[in-house]
């Protein structure tokens, strides 16, 4: 008779292929969906939700569970965690009735739209119903989940198991403190000139981006670059796609979102493929992914380091277009810190306070302290105070982002989380590998690859997010290697 064990196994496994078929339509749905098969695809897409939720909440996966946990003592290390985890993800699914589901996919569906045309007609009055209904809904979920009475914590959660709206309160005051008054010093230094890249033909970015993503460790025989609307990153280990977008007047979007995805995309293919189906081949939450992503981004791709080996290149392909801007200007270009009311257009510098804006709100939603009617100028006021610019609509106000369309409460707060992390990473890492920069001058990333496989990626979900920070850096997660590592890069060019 099969053991209990690989009983599961085989039930994860045929779930986690409905799940990367799902992704894949998705992807492709982006990437390229005729323009009338819409209505075709999104039958597509329903029937392989349904397929996935079938499988996700199959009876016999929490049979073969019940009779692993009576035996817990058998099962070895990293069986334990794909128990833990497989009954986590269990629970989670069948505590939710299929008419709550069938509701909330409903829901979401109408405030998409809802949001995309209020935005299109700065009209946030039509939207606010939808957003009123999502709070209520996400109450009920938390409810449901046996979070009833902290629904802002379960939303959390729910993208990074193990924080809490408590301890990411903390972490934020301090990182405030030191974050509003260091932009208002480079602020008053840096100006506000327009960029000067412009005409940069789109082919040879897309050679350009191609040949900086393979360096850095992209393995194009298990994923691929398109072009789609948004920069995302789907699939996992073994079929990793990565999208970007091209514009003549905005290469460096391009290139660093390109990076951005691509520290996704090493995360994918950093995780162990052969456990692909279970906890120990799978991210542990959205904060960590984003502390990849931004690594490479930001500390990796904006460092002298990496542009003192691709500059010759970039110059080689774009030669005419770069011949009057010196190095130091395009590394300062490359490091621009210029102030906007729009969260994805921000540089890092200001990056954490569009995300600390959000956050603080998503709470007083959550406590009632705020009600949605008098959301427009609760976001106008704390934009005011943390970024000291007031959006003249709400369009570049409360309707810039999409998530709380689709219920996406207690994400934003990963973005910021990742950052964190990321700098904290990093600071560890140039302490554990010493002359990184020299080789990334070389060309060479390998090295600090081969660490975030060894220290980050390897371990799947065995620890939460907080337990593999300490893990991996000695310590617990603090602001104060961000503040440290942006006083450090914008500081040398602007202070
Ligand atoms: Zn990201």
């Given amino acids: 008779m099969t053991s209990a064990y690989d009983r599961l196994l085989s039930l994860l496994k045929s779930q986690?292929?409905?799940?990367?078929v799902e992704g894949l339509l998705g992807w492709d749905e982006q990437v390229n969906l005729p323009p009338k098969?819409?209505?075709?695809?999104?039958?597509?897409?329903?029937e392989m939700a349904r397929l996935a939720h079938e499988a996700a909440s199959d009876s016999a996966i929490g049979d073969a569970l019940a009779e692993l946990e009576t035996d817990r003592a058998n099962l070895d290390d990293e069986q334990q965690v794909v128990v833990r985890e497989a009954r986590r993800d269990y629970d989670r699914v069948i505590r939710l009735p299929a008419e709550f589901v069938s509701e909330k996919a409903r829901h979401s569906s109408a405030a998409y739209h809802a949001w995309a045309k209020a935005r299109e007609e700065r009209d946030f009055a039509s939207y606010a119903p939808f957003i009123e209904r999502h709070i209520e809904l996400a109450k009920e979920e938390a409810d449901l989940q046996g979070w009833g009475d902290r629904p802002y914590d379960y939303a959390v959660d729910l993208h990074d198991p193990g924080f809490s709206a408590e301890q990411i309160s903390g972490l934020f005051s301090e990182l405030k403190a030191g974050l509003v008054p260091l932009v208002q010093e480079i602020e008053a230094k840096a100006?506000?000139?327009?960029?000067?890249?412009?005409?940069?033909?789109?082919?040879?970015?897309?050679?350009?981006l191609r040949e900086v993503t393979q360096q850095l460790g992209f393995d194009y025989e298990h994923g691929r670059i398109d072009v789609a609307l948004h920069p995302f990153c789907s699939g996992d280990g073994l079929d990793v796609r990565m999208t970007t977008r091209f514009h003549p007047d905005e290469p460096l979007d391009s290139l660093f979102s390109s990076i951005h995805e691509t520290g996704h995309g090493l995360y994918a293919q950093g995780l162990r493929s052969e456990h692909a189906a279970t906890a120990l081949g799978q991210h542990i939450g959205m904060a960590v992914h984003e502390s990849q992503s931004r690594m490479w981004e930001n500390q990796v791709g904006r460092s002298r380091a990496l542009w003192a080996y691709f500059e010759p290149r970039y110059r080689e392909l774009f030669g005419e277009r770069l011949a009057d801007i010196s190095s130091e200007e395009l590394y300062r270009e490359i490091n621009a810190v210029r102030p906007t009311l729009i969260r994805v257009d921000s540089d890092e510098v200001?990056?954490?306070?569009h995300i600390i804006?959000?956050?603080?709100i998503e709470q007083a939603l959550f406590r009632g302290d705020l009600a949605v009617a008098d959301l427009p100028a609760a976001w106008n006021d704390k934009c005011e105070e943390l970024l000291g610019c007031r959006p003249s609509h709400d369009g570049e106000g409360v309707l810039q982002d999409v998530h709380w369309s689709g219920g996406a409460f207690g994400y934003f707060p990963s973005y910021c989380l990742g950052n964190m992390i990321a700098a904290?990473?990093?600071?560890q890492a140039r302490q554990?590998?010493?002359n990184l920069e020299d080789e990334f001058a070389a060309g060479d990333f390998s090295r600090l690859l081969d660490w975030t496989r060894r220290e980050i990626h390897h371990h799947g979900k065995r620890y939460d997010t907080s337990e593999l920070v300490e893990k991996v850096t000695g310590k617990p997660l603090s602001p104060q290697p961000l503040l440290a590592y942006l006083r450090d890069r914008y500081g040398e060019i602007y202070l």
């Fill in 37 to 46: 098969s819409a209505g075709f695809r999104s039958e597509q897409m329903a």
């Fill in 432 to 434: 554990v590998l010493p």
């Fill in 357 to 360: 804006l959000r956050f603080e």
């Fill in 350 to 353: 200001h990056y954490n306070l």
């Fill in 424 to 427: 904290q990473n990093w600071d």
């Fill in 16 to 20: 986690h292929l409905i799940q990367s």
């Fill in 191 to 208: 100006g506000d000139t327009p960029s000067a890249l412009r005409g940069f033909p789109v082919d040879a970015q897309r050679t350009f």
